[in-house]
């Protein structure tokens, strides 16, 4: 079993940065893979961004490349998302994700997943 809680989100202007983390607790967050995914209202839960086990993959949607980093630190049991230049359509609510096994961008493939934190970017 792994428990996620998000923090970090809030209202910043188009431009800003925000940076996301993601605590987890339980005994497999280092076998496990981690994403962060997002929910805009009337729209599906996308992915965002991924890091493998071992931080030695990362993968991002083309939407955020270049403006998001993810990054984890397994002594901490932790996995973050900086988010950088945002733009109002990066507005939503953003989830934390795990799962024991490979990277993957699929959010059905995920076990585990966190209450989500609100992410607001003003023009």
């Known amino acids: 079993q792994v428990q996620l809680v998000e923090s970090g989100g809030g209202l910043v202007q188009a431009g800003g940065s925000l940076r996301l983390s993601c605590a987890a607790s339980?005994?497999?967050?280092?076998?496990?893979?981690m994403g962060w995914f997002r929910q805009a209202p009337g729209k599906e839960r996308g992915f965002v961004a991924g890091?493998?086990?071992?931080?030695?993959?990362?993968c991002y949607a083309d939407s955020v490349k270049g403006r998001f980093t993810i990054s984890r630190d397994n002594a901490k049991n932790t996995v973050y998302l900086q988010m950088n230049s945002l733009k109002p359509d990066d507005t939503a609510v953003y989830y934390c994700?795990?799962?024991?096994?490979?990277?993957?961008?699929?959010?059905?493939?995920?076990?585990?997943w966190g209450q989500g934190t609100q992410v607001t970017v003003s023009s």
């Open positions: 994700a795990a799962r024991q096994g490979s990277l993957t961008s699929g959010p059905d493939l995920y076990d585990y």
């Open positions: 339980g005994r497999t967050f280092s076998n496990s893979a």
């Open positions: 890091v493998s086990r071992s931080s030695g993959t990362q």
